[in-house]
Structure formats: C-alpha cells, structure tokens
C-alpha cells in the first residue's frame, strides 16, 4: 500500500469511525492533557506561540 492509497483511504472514513483527538502539553515540568485545564488556562492555551529557531548562518 502506498502513501496515497493510506491517504485515500483515511479520507473515506465515515464520522462515527472517527474519534476525538486528545492533546496534551508540558506543564511545569509534567505532562497534562488540556481537557483538564480550567477556563482560564484553556484560554492561554490557545493564545501560545510556538518557539521557532533560525537557522544557524554557515
């Protein structure tokens, strides 16, 4: 099977096949899922930024 018959084939899934994804995120050291946050801290959650590096200059 190849990389296009899988994404064929993942994009004929019908919804009730289909299952909520669960996201975690490092807090103060420790993994926590963000289902569990309250109001708040979902809030933040959503406003984060992720850190992207540049490239280092050869």
Known sequence: ???FD????A???RPEDRQR???WTRVMGYH???SSFNI???G???Q?????EPHARA
């Open 1 to 3: 099977m190849s990389q």
């Open 6 to 9: 899988t994404t064929r084939a």
């Open 11 to 13: 994009a004929q899934l």
């Open 21 to 23: 994804c669960e996201v």
């Open 32 to 34: 926590r899922p963000v």
């Open 40 to 42: 708040g801290k979902k």
């Open 44 to 46: 933040e959650h959503a």
């Open 48 to 52: 984060r930024v992720n850190f992207v």
